[in-house]
């Protein structure tokens, strides 16, 4: 598929047809949000800690949210992903992604 095709297949997780969503979150996992363990080997915060191996999907996941520029329907976002990417519970990992500072090695 070329990178069009994908984008119009990407904007498929805000449909409010569940199953068309869901699949379209498969497809989302399966092209932008694969684990990198080496993406996240050296990143540590400000403070010195260790960044869990979710913080690059989950930086990708916000990223792609504010690109869609559909931001009324980021519950659906979530929904089309939510039981196929367990980055979607990883709650220690967004809560340190929002209480600690960026450290040299990131983006701040």
């Known amino acids: 598929l070329s990178d069009k095709d994908c984008e119009h297949v990407y904007e498929l997780v805000y449909s409010s047809h569940r199953a068309v969503a869901q699949a379209a979150g498969e497809f989302l996992n399966e092209r932008l949000f694969l684990p990198d363990e080496e ?20 930086r990708d996941l916000v990223q792609f949210f504010i690109e869609s520029e559909l931001h ?9 992903l ?26 701040g």
């Not at 367990?86 to 809560?95: I, L, N, R, S, V």
């Open 39 to 58: 993406a996240v080997r050296d990143l540590r915060t400000k403070r010195g800690k260790k960044r869990l191996p979710n913080t690059p999907l989950i």
């Open 72 to 80: 009324e329907h980021g519950s659906y976002l979530v929904d089309s």
């Open 82 to 107: 939510i039981e196929s990417n367990p980055m979607m519970k990883d709650w220690e990992c967004m809560t340190d992604l929002l209480i600690e500072e960026p450290g040299p090695m990131e983006e």
